[in-house]
């Protein structure tokens, strides 16, 4: 303390900063010599706040300064000379707060430093502090800690508040903490101090916007509640904001239920009478020794310092009776006081003791007179003093002299304490003849109505019912739902900066302040500091209901009195008023009344000290002046000035008894030598206030956008209040307008609404703007950052005004404002600004208009500041950008306006029924040929046709008399959807412009070519504007070509009364766009040349059926073609190709998911509409499946018929029924080859063949399932079983569609897709092409595909290498891309693929799973490559014929070493289809092929099974034994993980177990080439095995491969061996059938045949 420098001479300016000036001076009212005293430090200052006594100073960098008597330090410290707070260097601090003894500050991380008093533990109980001190003498971090969390978190905090004994924080998340003494904490605690940090659960879930603190009570300002979660009981009191509170008069009955303090209603008995009022000016006593305002001390029951500064001894407790002297515990504080301990000074305001002490006696002895009748008093709630006894008093006082004043209790010196009377003192003088007027007062008061407070019976009447509904001191469930309501996500919470930035109310979306708030307040209220109508106290946060909706933007506490500023710019206040400190003189003062303030004069920041009020306001000028409210004279002698010294801790040195004071805000003329002034600042008898020196007319652009805008608000607000809102609740007004008028009315008023909400967000943003404007960036102002929203706004604004102006609704909305206004008609008079209103009467048309002329100032201001930056700036882009903008939006919103008189005028002018038709609200007209200028092309000669051109649309009316305004016929040609072109001039000299719209073109002709210009011009800008241009119309003839538009076609044709929205060239549909016809139909997809064309879907209604058809493909001009998808309404599905609008090629029908009759599915070749050619169907419900050739419609030709039984048929079908020879054979080999005459009847000759062989010939008849009738010859053979057997077998198939002509319809479609008319007829190049681009359209219509598809789709799009001559080394290339083509449908060839997969699958599963199929299976599969290959050879044409040779690349000099390694030199390379294609098409036709194979394999699978299972019985080496291996080739040693073990004789499983191994994998490939590899490896790994026990040198010769083959065989039991090898058989590459895979093959099949036919003895 001792080395503390207390003036740091460095920092005092020789050169002042030109931002942050401060000012001080004592509120002592504005007299000639006293002044502000300026400071000077070196750094701007950034924010000043100011205690009873002392003060602290912000500046630039974050240093804090302290001033004044810093008691905790023993220091008086002058204001010139400010000392610098050492201990928060390099905490960046960016805010500070000054209580009534105690100090805080806030860093940048949101950090709680405080310093000062601490007796009542408002300093918080510091991080390192064990023990609570009296004073902290250094600022120390105080941690605000969230412990509902898990794990507790500190929590940030944004701004701080002082009281006297109570600090409040506001956290980043918008709550509220409170820590220190009394009722003003707003907590649910009885026990005090409270040391730490808490919560105010009363606010939780709410958004606090700001906090301010009095000296034993505090406000908060919140976000309201949206409306549907504000559950007020009384829809009635929402009524439009910007009223004052005068407006919100309700008629409410008197209240009858009154509540103490903590909320609890009193009974009947107890509101019979109520305790006695003073009314009435208040005057103040002169204090003793001990200000009023000092705490008497905490729970220590001692203060720290004495007279001389040094701290205190221990002190006695003054005994006071309870029930004897109700003035005892006027504030509610507890029964046992501490004494004070400084001597008191004998100078008191009263002439004489002893009259005082009468005074006294009387009045106490009148209170108990009164007590049985009184209300609740003024009992202020848990006070600060926590001794034992402490509790909230009950006894209902009469604090008649403190009541309205009273700030603490004073114990008066020794003489008082024998008495045993403690009187009370207050902060003021107040005299005796004050004391007898308020007792008379209160008599009359009591006689003339029951009332327990200063509040008149009509003012509380008025707020009853509000208090009815929130208990004060209660949590209010039913209007905020549940306390701890959870909170609303907000963007943008305040900064850390304190309230300047931070407190700024935020709008969760947009960033600008919100303006609907509400303003709550707790803790003492003896003066009605409180605002709720009433002196009692409130231990918890209570709405001030009056002030709900008024738009409170800042709240201000002095010691005993309050302030809130609306973004009108007006003021209210309420609590004490004995200097004058209100601005007003309105009763009562316990609710808040409005300040009076001059005309033109606009507050934008207040403050509030001990006993007076700051207001800082937009004069005449640009620049602020101070207002001031309080005492009006100086002190009466400067002795008295000194009678406390400075040592001494004195909060209040009381004015003398403001014997004058101002009814309303004083201004104080000093003000306009500041500069330019951004904030204020108010604490004890002192104030303070930061100008700004106007450098190159920065800060007065600033000061003037934002003084412009507040004013701009306030007129807004003043038409919405005078005109637009009495109107518009008015009955008449829907009459007087007409229905269209009024509907127009309204969106004006609703749009006025939004423009007025928006100017009052940023007036307010501005206002704070200039709190902080140091810290803020230009570049931040709310005209750069919101241009859209500002732009939105006004257009809207313009445009509805325009629409109501072109209506004609001004003239009638004039006459009814005649009416209905009356006196108010000279008000709203003064506010038209426009010199046309000379006559008295309001010009409304100009009233409405005077916004858009703000754009222009926006213009100017930016410009002004853009002017202060260097040219290469960000700022002065941004400035000039913004300044750009909003000048082209005042001239364009002006060039609509022009536009709008000029439309009402012609409308006014060429008024009548037929032009009434073509009035639409946002109609404007361009321009219109009445003189005739402009006529039809060809017209006749006494026809008259008149031209009006409108901003929408162009209209000709024929049979036109334009003077008269009549015309019989009228057409509306839209604007969207014309095109306009000029007609060169030719021989016949006419200056023509063609008109094209949808459904007709026609020509005009003007009278002269500027005429023809003219109109040419206008339709072009007209049609720029519309198409979204810019309205300038720079390229004629060539505005919109093409274009996105709406039309509805009116002719006859196929889209008669359709609805089209989209695409458009030159007057025809064109491009992608929906069609709606009135019946239901839609269409949605491509269009060209006006007709459907491309990919599409269509909706066609089925009103049978009452569902809709829908198809999804292609069309072509007009009609179905190409491949779709159409769903019928009956649930039919035909998924395949269109030709014409009719089913033609490749399809495939399914039925039966709806109807009940029949389920079956088609899948084939369709002509016209018709089943024609080769298909199969299969009828689900009669289980069979029919495969062969059809024509129109009817089963006819060669055919193949399956049933569910197993029964096989094939012969010849005609007239869709079986019919000449056929072969039927049954499920038990039973066959009958005969003539047939229906489905399953034969008639006529035929053979019988039995399963044994016996056959019976002759003369058949009758069905097959029924009986048969036989005259013929029985036959027993002599021959073999088998060659009959096999005789049978080659009979199947005779009549049979061969493979090569079955799916051709699959193989033309794929053809077609490749752009060919048939199978090679077509251009290679072309080809690609069209792959390329199918591809790349299927990519960009298909968002949802995944990235491994897309990847895919990427690789395709490119064209591969196709015209060179294949060689080995690009032919792998070629199988690649084959590959990938196959894994998409989208690709041509990937689409043949699956289409092939899915009619091979159609054919073969389920019913057709027959084993007489499987020939026909298998040769199907080789047809498919037959043209498979035929397709993969057009696009390569460089790939040989099948089982052609590719010869090896050209060798180049870099190249032959690599290929003499990577090729052997005279390879051949042999192409084969099968080789090439079955890897691609095998894989997906495997499952149905295999299962034919098993089928028909199955008797001797059985044996085969057999054998394995009792041959794999035996051991290893018996096993070897049995089959004659020979002893050399039997293993020895075994490998178990790793370790070697000998073979046993019982050892089984143990030998070959690697080929065993390597042999099972045959089942688990799919192509014959793949199997014949395993083989391969098989045999490899058979002879790794054997070589260890032979000579190097060794061959294998049959006689020892087979049964070492046999062996490995048996052990790898392998299911369906048969039909593997029967699989290999069928279809390996011929290439390999006579070289070593071919004999490989031989062995297996050896074997199997062995195993088959093995004895087993």
Not at 714 to 732: D, N, Y
Not at 1031 to 1043: D, E, K, L
């Amino acid at each position: 303390m001792e080395n503390r420098e207390e003036g740091p001479a460095d920092e005092r300016a020789a050169t002042p900063p030109e931002r942050g000036l401060l000012h001080i001076w004592q509120s002592t009212g504005p007299t000639a010599h006293l002044g502000p005293e300026r400071v000077l430090l070196s750094r701007p200052v950034l924010q000043a706040a100011l205690g009873e006594h002392h003060g602290l100073l912000l500046t630039q960098g974050g240093l804090v300064y302290s001033f004044g008597e810093l008691l905790w330090r023993d220091l008086s410290v002058p204001v010139s000379a400010p000392v610098l707070e050492v201990s928060l260097l390099g905490r960046m601090v960016v805010r500070v707060a000054a209580g009534g003894f105690h100090c805080g500050a806030l860093s940048e991380q949101g950090n709680v430093y405080m310093w000062g008093e601490n007796t009542a533990g408002q300093c918080g109980l510091s991080e390192r502090a064990t023990t609570t001190n009296i004073t902290v003498s250094e600022p120390c971090p105080v941690s605000v800690v969230d412990n509902d969390v898990v794990p507790p978190a500190v929590v940030r905090v944004v701004d701080l508040a002082l009281g006297r004994e109570h600090s409040l924080a506001l956290s980043a998340q918008n709550e509220l903490w409170a820590w220190g003494s009394g009722c003003q904490l707003g907590l649910v605690t009885s026990t005090f101090p409270v040391w730490r940090p808490q919560k105010v659960e009363h606010l939780a879930g709410r958004h606090v916007i700001q906090v301010a603190c009095g000296a034993y009570h505090s406000l908060a300002l919140v976000r309201s509640l949206p409306p549907q979660n504000y559950n007020t009981q009384n829809p009635s009191e929402k009524t439009e904001r910007g009223h004052s509170v005068t407006e919100r008069e309700e008629p409410f009955a008197v209240d009858g239920g009154h509540y103490c303090p903590l909320g609890v209603e009193l009974t009947e008995a107890m509101t019979g009478e109520t305790s006695p009022r003073r009314r009435g000016p208040r005057r103040s006593l002169q204090p003793g020794g001990r200000s009023a305002g000092s705490s008497p001390g905490s729970a220590a029951g001692s203060c720290p310092f004495s007279e001389d500064g040094k701290a205190n001894t221990k002190q006695k407790n003054i005994p006071v009776g309870t029930d004897t002297d109700p003035l005892t515990q006027t504030d509610g504080s507890p029964t046992s006081r501490p004494l004070s301990g400084w001597r008191s000074k004998k100078n008191s305001a009263f002439p004489d003791e002893t009259e005082l002490q009468n005074l006294l006696q009387k009045l106490s002895s009148h209170s108990l007179e009164m007590r049985h009748t009184s209300g609740p008093g003024d009992t202020d709630s848990l006070s600060s003093y926590t001794s034992d006894e402490s509790c909230v008093s009950s006894t209902p006082s009469t604090d008649l002299l403190t009541s309205s004043y009273k700030e603490e209790l004073l114990i008066k010196s020794q003489n008082n304490i024998n008495s045993g009377v403690a009187v009370p003192y207050s902060s003021s003088p107040v005299c005796l003849e004050d004391v007898r007027l308020c007792l008379e007062a209160e008599n009359k008061a009591l006689q003339g109505q029951k009332s327990s407070s200063l509040t008149n019976i009509n003012q509380k009447g008025r707020v009853a019912a509000n208090r009815r509904r929130s208990l004060p001191g209660t949590p209010t469930r039913g209007r905020n739902g549940s306390p701890r309501r959870r909170r609303r996500p907000c963007a943008c919470r305040p900064s850390s900066a304190g309230w300047t930035q931070g407190a700024a109310p935020e709008e969760a979306g947009d960033g600008l302040p919100c303006l609907e708030t509400e303003v709550w307040s707790w803790g003492r209220g003896s003066e009605g500091q409180l605002g709720h109508g009433d002196q009692l106290a409130r231990l918890q946060p209570l709405c001030i209901k009056p002030l709900t909706g008024e738009e409170v933007i800042q709240v201000a506490a002095g010691s005993h009195h309050s302030l809130a500023l609306t973004a009108h710019c007006q003021v209210y206040s309420w609590g004490s008023n004995m200097c004058g400190q209100l601005g007003h003189v309105k009763s009562p003062v316990t609710v808040p009344q409005r300040a009076k303030l001059s005309d033109g004069l606009r507050v934008w920041d207040v403050s509030a000290g001990q006993s007076h009020s700051l207001l800082l306001a937009d004069g005449d000028c640009v620049q602020p002046v101070l207002l001031y409210c309080g005492q009006q004279q100086e002190l009466v002698s400067s002795a008295q000035s000194k009678r406390s010294t400075q040592s001494q801790r004195s909060c209040q040195r009381s004015p003398n008894r403001a014997e004058s004071y101002s009814v309303r805000p004083n201004l104080l003329p000093f003000c306009m030598e500041m500069g330019y002034i951004s904030s204020v600042c108010s604490g004890g008898q002192s104030c303070a206030l930061l100008a700004d020196q106007n450098v190159m007319g920065f800060i007065s652009a600033i000061h003037e956008l934002a003084s412009r805008e507040r004013q701009f608000y306030c007129w807004l607000s003043s038409v919405r209040k005078l005109l637009l809102t009495p109107l518009r609740t008015r009955e008449s007004v829907c009459p007087a307008l007409g229905e269209s008028c009024t509907h127009l009315f309204f969106s004006l008023c609703e749009s006025f609404g939004r423009l007025s909400v928006l100017i009052g967000r940023h007036s307010t943003s501005l206002s704070y703007f200039l709190h902080d404007v140091q810290g803020r960036d230009v570049i931040s102002l709310p005209l750069l950052t919101h241009t859209e929203h500002f732009v939105d706004v006004y257009k809207e604004y313009c445009s509805s005004v325009g629409n109501f102006q072109v209506m004609g609704g001004f003239q009638l909305l004039h006459k009814l404002s005649l009416e209905c206004l009356g006196s108010q008609q000279t008000t709203l008079a003064q506010l038209c600004v426009s010199d046309q209103s000379v006559s008295g009467d309001v010009d409304l048309v100009s009233l409405l208009y005077w916004p858009l002329q703000q754009l222009h100032q926006y213009s100017r201001v930016l410009l002004k500041l853009a002017a202060c930056y260097d040219v290469l700036t960000t700022e002065y882009q941004t400035l000039h950008q913004g300044c750009t903008q909003y000048e082209s939006l005042s001239l364009s919103l002006l060039r609509k306006k022009k536009e709008a008189e000029i439309t009402f005028l012609f409308w006014k002018t060429h008024s009548g029924k037929t032009t009434e038709v073509l009035r639409l609200p946002q109609r404007r007209l361009v321009c219109d040929c009445s003189n005739r200028s402009l006529t039809l092309q060809n017209a006749g000669r006494f026809s008259n046709h008149w031209f009006m051109l409108f901003n929408d649309a162009l209209v000709h009316t024929q049979g036109a008399i334009p003077s008269q305004s009549l015309f019989s016929t009228h057409h509306i040609y839209p604007l969207t959807c014309l095109w306009v072109k000029p007609v060169t001039e030719d021989s016949s000299g006419l200056y023509a412009i063609k008109i094209t719209c949808p459904e007709e073109s026609f020509t005009l002709v003007a009278t002269t070519p500027q005429e023809k210009n003219k109109w040419l011009r206008s339709i072009n800008q007209a049609l720029d504007q519309v198409l979204g241009g810019g309205g300038q119309g720079s390229s004629p003839g060539v505005t919109g070509i093409s274009r996105t538009a709406s039309y509805t076609f009116s002719g006859e044709g196929r889209f008669k009364d359709a609805q089209y929205t989209g695409g458009w060239l030159a007057g025809r549909v064109h491009g992608r766009g929906t069609m709606k016809w009135p019946d239901g139909r839609t269409y949605s997809g491509n269009f060209k040349n006006g007709l459907e064309d491309g990919y599409g879907e269509c909706l066609i209604p089925n009103k049978v059926l009452n569902k809709p058809d829908s198809y999804q493909g292609h069309w072509r001009d007009g009609k179905i073609h190409g491949f779709g998808k159409y769903k019928y309404a009956s649930g039919e599905v035909y998924e395949g190709c269109f030709s014409d609008g009719q089913r033609h090629g490749y399809g495939m029908l399914s039925s039966g998911k709806l109807a009940k009759k029949s389920s079956s599915v088609f899948i084939g070749h369709w002509v016209n509409d018709k089943k024609t050619g080769y298909g199969v169907y299969d009828d689900i419900t009669r289980g069979e499946k029919y495969m062969g050739l059809w024509l129109d419609e009817q089963r006819h030709g060669s055919a193949v018929v399956v049933t569910q039984c197993g029964v096989y048929y094939e012969g010849s079908f005609r007239d869709n029924k079986m019919s000449g020879p056929g072969l039927l054979v049954s499920d038990d080999d039973t066959a009958l080859h005969g003539e047939f005459t229906d489905d399953w009847i034969v008639n006529g000759k035929g053979v019988l063949s039995l399963a044994n062989g016996d056959c019976l010939e002759g003369m058949f008849s009758g069905e097959w399932t029924v009986g048969l009738k036989v005259v013929g010859t029985y036959t027993k053979p002599v021959v073999d079983e088998p060659d009959n057997k096999e005789r049978n077998c080659l009979l199947l198939g005779q009549y049979v569609v061969p493979a090569a002509q079955r799916w051709l319809c699959v193989f033309d479609e794929c053809w077609s897709r490749l752009g060919c008319d048939g199978a090679g007829r077509g251009e290679r190049t072309a080809a690609w092409d069209k792959i390329a681009v199918t591809i790349t359209t299927a990519r960009r219509h298909s968002p949802d595909l995944s990235r491994s598809q897309t990847k895919v789709l990427e690789c395709l799009e490119f064209i591969p290498q196709h015209g060179e001559p294949v060689n080995t080394a690009n032919y792998d290339n070629i199988r690649k891309y084959l590959i990938k083509a196959c894994e998409t449908p989208l690709h041509p060839l990937g689409w043949l693929v699956e289409t092939l997969v899915t009619v091979y699958r159609m054919t073969y599963v389920g019913v057709g799973s027959n084993r007489r199929l499987l020939r026909q299976a298998v040769q199907e599969v080789q047809a498919y490559l037959t043209h498979f290959y035929s397709i993969v050879r057009f696009l390569f044409q460089g790939l040989p014929d099948d089982g052609g040779i590719i010869p090896d690349p050209p060798p180049s000099p870099s190249k032959s070493r690599h290929n003499s390694n990577s090729i052997e030199q005279g390879s051949v390379m042999v192409v084969c289809r099968s080789s090439l294609l079955l890897p691609l098409l095998l894989p997906r036709l495997y499952p149905p092929l295999f299962t034919l194979y098993c089928l028909q394999e199955e008797q001797e699978e059985a044996q085969y099974w057999d054998r394995i299972l009792r041959l794999n019985k035996q051991p290893d080496q018996s096993l070897l034994s049995f089959l004659g291996v020979k002893e050399k080739f039997w293993p020895v040693w075994m490998s178990i993980l790793g370790e070697k073990k000998q073979i046993v004789s019982s050892s089984k499983d143990a030998c070959f177990v690697s080929a065993v191994e390597t042999l099972q994998q045959i089942s688990t490939t799919f192509t014959p080439s793949d199997k014949l590899f395993v083989i391969q490896k098989t045999f490899d790994e058979l002879t790794q095995e054997v070589k260890p026990m032979l000579d190097d040198n060794f061959l294998w010769c049959m006689d020892d491969l087979l049964p070492l083959f046999l062996y490995v065989v048996l052990r790898a039991r392998i299911r369906n061996l048969g039909a593997e090898v029967s699989l290999i058989e069928d279809l390996m590459d011929p290439n390999v059938q006579h070289g070593e895979l071919g004999l490989m093959f031989t062995t297996l099949k050896a074997c199997y045949i062995q195993i088959q036919q093995e004895s087993i003895t």
